[in-house]
């Protein structure tokens, strides 16, 4: 959309140089339509757009307004106001439909990448929940074996301490003494 703006901005400026009557007012306009230009073109290498069918249109533009300003520059304002309407104003249009292009490509590549990362997203997320269920079944099973009785493992198992056994030794005999 800044794309548009710029463009826009660039042309309307030319436009304006050509209804103006005032030399002071044409330079000052010369000197916007000069950082218009500028501005145009950081903001079509900002956008990514240099190196698409954007590239050459700015050229075709800046060349039909510097065509327009030259003829006005000479005092021909008929001339230039013609130039104007048959080269500059469809220059700016062509501009405008390659910076349409260029934007409406960028979408669909955004919309592609959104696309793969929400597919991308959608399978990490199946993925979780199928390792979080297979860790809560293994935690299950692991509690159900611990609680099953095991008799293999009796064997193993020390035997719990029983009472201590009786000794078996008998008091000894009490001896009686014969007189």
Partial sequence: MRLVEAA????????????ENDPDELEKVLTRIREAETALAARIH??????????????RLAAAN??????????????????????SNPASDALIEAIG????????????EAERSYRGAKNAAWWS???ALALIAAVLEWKKLRRKPRPHLRLCRRAPPS?????????????????
């Fill in 66 to 87: 510097r065509k327009v300003t030259e003829i006005l520059l000479h005092g021909d304002f008929a001339q230039a106001q013609q130039t104007l309407i048959e080269e």
């Fill in 163 to 179: 009472k201590p056994p009786q000794s078996s030794k008998r008091p000894p005999p009490v001896r009686r003494s014969t007189p």
């Fill in 129 to 131: 929940l199928a390792a």
């Fill in 46 to 59: 900002e956008a990514g757009a240099g190196e698409t069918g954007v590239r050459a249109a700015p050229g």
């Fill in 8 to 19: 826009a901005s660039v042309q309307g400026l030319h436009q304006r140089l050509v209804r």
């Fill in 101 to 112: 292009g260029f934007s409406a490509r960028a979408q669909e590549r955004a919309r592609a």
